[in-house]
């Protein structure tokens, strides 16, 4: 799917996932590219409602709850109010060439968060314990992240699958695994 800064989608009012907190933790998973031209911060995979929506007042509690992002450096960030934390918790990644395809991933084993790109740990991720991720029972959005409960980043390139598991994974289990 090609995203042009006006398209993304989103789970339904419904969906069990809007309602998960992910207290034993998770995976979030996507393949992407980035374009030649790519230069615009964009949203992967975000949870709507913002950190005050959670009870959440440090930092900035207009922030979204989670956001798997990549940054105008095409670098990847994960963002997340945790469920013991009153501020967010980032993870970073670094630049990335463009125009072609990576497999990313955030995994949470319930007490931290770790990035991998192309099945390889990165190194920035924090080492302060973040368990879960905040419901209130709002929307996931794929390929857009928002501010203050207002789509702000469309991601512009190309993403592919995503999946979203409720527990940690290895390696040799994600998508990429031969």
């Keep these: 799917m090609k995203l042009d800064g006006t398209a993304y989608f989103r789970t339904v009012a419904n969906a069990p996932m809007n309602r998960a907190t992910f207290q034993r933790g998770y995976t979030i998973e996507a393949f992407v590219k980035f374009p030649a031209d790519f230069v615009a911060w964009g949203g992967i995979l975000s949870r709507a409602g913002r950190g005050a929506d959670a009870g959440k007042t440090g930092?900035?509690?207009?922030?979204?709850?989670?956001?798997?992002?990549?940054?105008?450096?095409?670098?990847?960030?994960?963002?997340?109010?945790?469920?013991n934390q009153n501020r967010i918790s980032t993870n970073w990644g670094h630049e990335m060439p463009l125009d072609r395809w990576w497999h990313v991933a955030v995994v949470n084993d319930g007490r931290a968060s770790t990035l991998y790109v192309d099945g390889s740990k990165l190194l920035r991720n924090p080492s302060t314990p973040a368990v879960?991720?905040?419901a209130v029972d709002d929307v996931w959005f794929v390929g857009a992240y928002t501010y203050d409960r207002k789509i702000d980043k469309v991601f512009r390139g190309l993403i592919g699958d995503v999946r979203v598991v409720d527990r940690p994974l290895d390696v040799p289990r994600f998508m990429l695994a031969r």
């Design 59 to 83: 930092d900035d509690p207009n922030e979204p709850i989670a956001t798997f992002s990549v940054t105008d450096g095409h670098g990847l960030q994960w963002a997340v109010f945790p469920l």
């Design 132 to 134: 879960g991720i905040p």
